[in-house]
């Protein structure tokens, strides 16, 4: 009866009231334009906002700055810097000044390709910086690297603009095997541009298991991509493909990014590349929406919160897999006829 059947509904919400947990918010519907892709036809570009969802409490993972700071300190705490170069970077940092110079500048001290003594100690900066991910992992950021996996699985591509190895460690504890490749190994990065290293993560700045790949000055890609064929084939996927920003805000200005994907391809409006953002600020979002379209990307909201990217993404992930398994139809099969048979068939 109607009563009995409303008080049982009173008592849920009450329990669940109780629990703690609050009632669920509406989900957020997905964009046509985009649930309908396949996974082929994607290229994920994961930024520091997913490795900092991953993994909260490493600093390094959260921002260049804090990247930085943790190289600085690890080079401190093994006596690598004179006092009066300390300080330099210290204020520096403090002033946040040209943080990509500083960088530069640091890793010059510190880097392989010098011949002073410091050099070797790069490798240790950069272990010490990102030691023992493995066990700084938290549960809703593995959702998130569980959806990029997923996707990958049914034959997206992935990049990112990230030195650490979340996803690589994440997948290695699912029993799957990724490889991590950087711009220095022209040979995989052809194969990977051309779809034949699926299970390969390009990281376009390097990855800090391989140093001497590891690019941070905007000429620094120059020296390691001097092949136009490789470079060619990679800014082929821009036209070609659809680019999916995850956790990037602003990595569409990033200079390896520009020179890589935004430089050499005309037409960028003809495009269509999506970007995942929290809606936070609303004239912020406004700003990024209108500053994104002349580059081809459509920017969405995927919450209010961080926390709500995990489920949205989950949820677009189910969709665009199972629809590049059933053959579903596509945005543009979805009006008339053609969506309606191939709809009635599955």
Same mark, same amino acid.
């Given at each position: 009866?109607?009563?009995?059947?409303?008080?049982?509904?009173?008592?849920?919400?009450?329990?669940?009231?109780?629990?703690?947990?609050?009632?669920?918010?509406?989900?957020?519907?997905?964009?046509?334009?985009?649930?309908?892709?396949?996974?082929?036809?994607?290229?994920?570009?994961?930024?520091?906002?997913?490795?900092?969802?991953?993994?909260?409490?490493?600093?390094?993972?959260?921002?260049?700055?804090?990247?930085?700071?943790?190289?600085?300190?690890?080079?401190?705490?093994?006596?690598?810097?004179?006092?009066?170069?300390?300080?330099?970077?210290?204020?520096?940092?403090?002033?946040?000044?040209?943080?990509?110079?500083?960088?530069?500048?640091?890793?010059?001290?510190?880097?392989?390709?010098?011949?002073?003594?410091?050099?070797?100690?790069?490798?240790?900066?950069?272990?010490?910086?990102?030691?023992?991910?493995?066990?700084?992992?938290?549960?809703?950021?593995?959702?998130?690297?569980?959806?990029?996996?997923?996707?990958?699985?049914?034959?997206?591509?992935?990049?990112?603009?990230?030195?650490?190895?979340?996803?690589?460690?994440?997948?290695?504890?699912?029993?799957?095997?990724?490889?991590?490749?950087? &711009? %220095? !190994? @022209?040979?995989?990065?052809?194969?990977? =541009?051309?779809?034949? /290293?699926?299970?390969?993560?390009?990281?376009?700045? *390097?990855?800090?298991?391989?140093?001497?790949?590891?690019?941070?000055?905007?000429?620094?890609?120059?020296?390691?991509?001097?092949?136009?064929?490789?470079?060619?084939?990679?800014?082929?996927?821009?036209?070609?493909?659809?680019?999916?920003?995850?956790?990037?805000?602003?990595?569409?200005?990033?200079?390896?990014?520009?020179?890589?994907?935004?430089?050499?391809?005309?037409?960028?409006?003809?495009?269509?590349?999506?970007?995942?953002?929290?809606?936070?600020?609303?004239?912020?979002?406004?700003?990024?929406?209108?500053?994104?379209?002349?580059?081809?990307?459509?920017?969405?909201?995927?919450?209010?919160?961080?926390?709500?990217?995990?489920?949205?993404?989950?949820? &677009? %992930? !189910? @969709?665009?897999?199972?629809?590049?398994? =059933?053959?579903?139809? /596509?945005?543009?099969?979805?009006?008339?006829?053609? *969506?309606?048979?191939?709809?009635?068939?599955?």
């Amino acid at each position: 009866n109607w009563m009995a059947s409303n008080a049982s509904l009173t008592l849920d919400k009450e329990a669940l009231l109780e629990d703690g947990i609050p009632p669920t918010k509406k989900p957020r519907k997905l964009l046509p334009s985009l649930k309908t892709k396949r996974p082929q036809e994607l290229v994920l570009v994961i930024g520091t906002g997913i490795s900092a969802a991953v993994a909260p409490q490493v600093p390094a993972l959260k921002s260049w700055k804090g990247l930085i700071q943790a190289l600085l300190d690890a080079a401190i705490d093994f006596d690598l810097l004179e006092d009066e170069e300390r300080k330099k970077f210290q204020k520096c940092l403090r002033e946040d000044k040209n943080l990509i110079h500083v960088a530069h500048d640091l890793i010059q001290k510190l880097s392989p390709r010098t011949s002073n003594v410091r050099s070797t100690f790069f490798k240790d900066c950069l272990y010490e910086v990102f030691d023992d991910l493995e066990s700084k992992m938290e549960d809703t950021g593995k959702q998130l690297l569980q959806s990029v996996l997923h996707l990958m699985e049914n034959g997206a591509l992935v990049l990112t603009t990230n030195f650490d190895n979340l996803l690589e460690i994440y997948a290695a504890d699912q029993g799957k095997q990724l490889e991590s490749l950087d &711009l %220095t !190994d @022209e040979k995989k990065v052809l194969e990977w =541009a051309q779809e034949k /290293r699926k299970l390969s993560v390009l990281h376009i700045h *390097g990855v800090y298991t391989n140093p001497s790949g590891i690019v941070l000055h905007p000429a620094g890609y120059q020296n390691v991509l001097r092949n136009t064929e490789v470079m060619r084939e990679i800014q082929k996927l821009y036209e070609t493909k659809s680019f999916l920003f995850l956790g990037c805000g602003w990595t569409v200005d990033d200079t390896t990014f520009q020179a890589l994907f935004l430089e050499a391809v005309k037409h960028k409006s003809d495009l269509e590349h999506f970007m995942l953002v929290r809606r936070g600020d609303v004239d912020e979002f406004k700003k990024l929406r209108e500053n994104m379209l002349d580059k081809g990307i459509k920017v969405i909201s995927y919450g209010n919160e961080y926390a709500d990217l995990p489920e949205y993404f989950e949820r &677009l %992930t !189910d @969709e665009i897999s199972n629809r590049g398994r =059933a053959g579903l139809p /596509r945005e543009g099969q979805l009006n008339g006829m053609a *969506g309606t048979h191939t709809e009635m068939k599955v």
